[in-house]
């Protein structure tokens, strides 16, 4: 397959991800009686995973395809466990830590390859398939919404082809 047409989905199913994270897990979990604080909370941790990451490469950590793969295993694993980890406040910020340490890991090895291999011109039409994946998701998903589960299988099923496409 051309190397555009894997980034491209890699982005539009990445930012799908982040699509149904931002905008519709709130709900979900002020749905199953969280209150604003825990959610804050919960929210809070993947944004300080993002944060503290870079540090790691500081470190040693190097960008290889087999801490991509591995980033992408954490994503698919961390997705599934949010069925179990839904209703338990400290469940679900270390499995929202997870999410995050697999997000944080991916985007930049990809990053790195497509700034290497494809030009610039190319590098913003291949980018915005994440701006489509994310506003699809939007879009899509606010017609099923009926609870976490659908939420989550949402969730699940799309970091799965984040990893299949990358």
């Keep these: 397959m051309p190397i555009k047409f894997l980034l491209s989905g890699f982005y539009f199913f990445y930012f799908a991800i982040i699509g149904i994270y931002v905008i519709f897990m709130p709900k979900v979990l002020q749905g199953l009686g969280f209150s604003g604080v825990d959610i804050g909370i919960v929210f809070a941790t993947a944004p300080l995973v993002r944060f503290v990451t870079p540090f ?9 395809p087999k801490i991509f793969n591995f980033s992408l295993l954490l994503l698919v694993l961390s997705s599934a466990l949010f069925f179990v980890a839904v209703r338990n ?40 398939y994440g701006s489509i994946g994310f506003i699809i998701v939007a879009l899509l998903l606010v017609r099923f919404l009926k609870g976490a589960d659908i939420a989550i299988s949402f969730l699940v099923v799309v970091c799965a082809l984040t990893a299949v496409v990358g």
């Design 56 to 64: 790691a490469f500081i470190k040693g950590l190097k960008l290889t």
């Design 89 to 128: 406040l400290y469940a679900l910020i270390f499995v929202n830590i997870l999410l995050g340490m697999g997000l944080s890991l991916a985007l930049p090895f990809v990053e790195v390859i497509a700034l290497e291999i494809i030009t610039k011109e190319h590098y913003g039409k291949v980018r915005l």
